[in-house]
């Protein structure tokens, strides 16, 4: 079966640094897009950043300069690596594989990570 598993999350002080990892099984992982989203308490989940198969990235505005998602295809793992941490990016991190192959749409997700940004 598919999992997803995240780890790396926890409570970090403003201007900190944290790396999340997600690590996958049970798919080809290099032919999958990876996607970071994030959710807040009340409020909905939003794509942070995607990493399609030939590592091309995309960010949301709010993290850009301060967010990095890379891919190891060889330990089926995504990273993202978020500086310069603010309170605001407090939320749930969920790792999302995503393919759309012969018609058929393929999407996963993890559990999610908490990511705490507080003094």
């Known amino acids: 079966q598919v999992q997803l598993v995240e780890s790396g999350g926890g409570l970090v002080q403003p201007g900190g640094s944290l790396r999340l990892s997600c690590t996958a099984s049970g798919i080809i992982f290099s032919g999958y897009t990876i996607n970071w989203y994030r959710q807040a308490p009340g409020k909905q989940r939003e794509l942070v950043a995607s990493?399609?198969?030939?590592?091309?990235?995309n960010y949301a505005d709010s993290v850009k300069g301060r967010f990095t998602i890379s891919r190891d295809n060889d330990k089926n793992t995504v990273y993202l690596q978020m500086n310069s941490l603010k309170p605001e990016d407090t939320a749930v991190y969920y790792c999302?594989?995503?393919?759309?192959?012969?018609?058929?749409?393929?999407?996963?997700w993890g559990q999610g990570t908490q990511v705490t940004v507080s003094s």
């Open positions: 999302n594989a995503d393919q759309f192959f012969r018609g058929t749409r393929f999407n996963y």
């Open positions: 990493i399609i198969t030939g590592g091309m990235t």
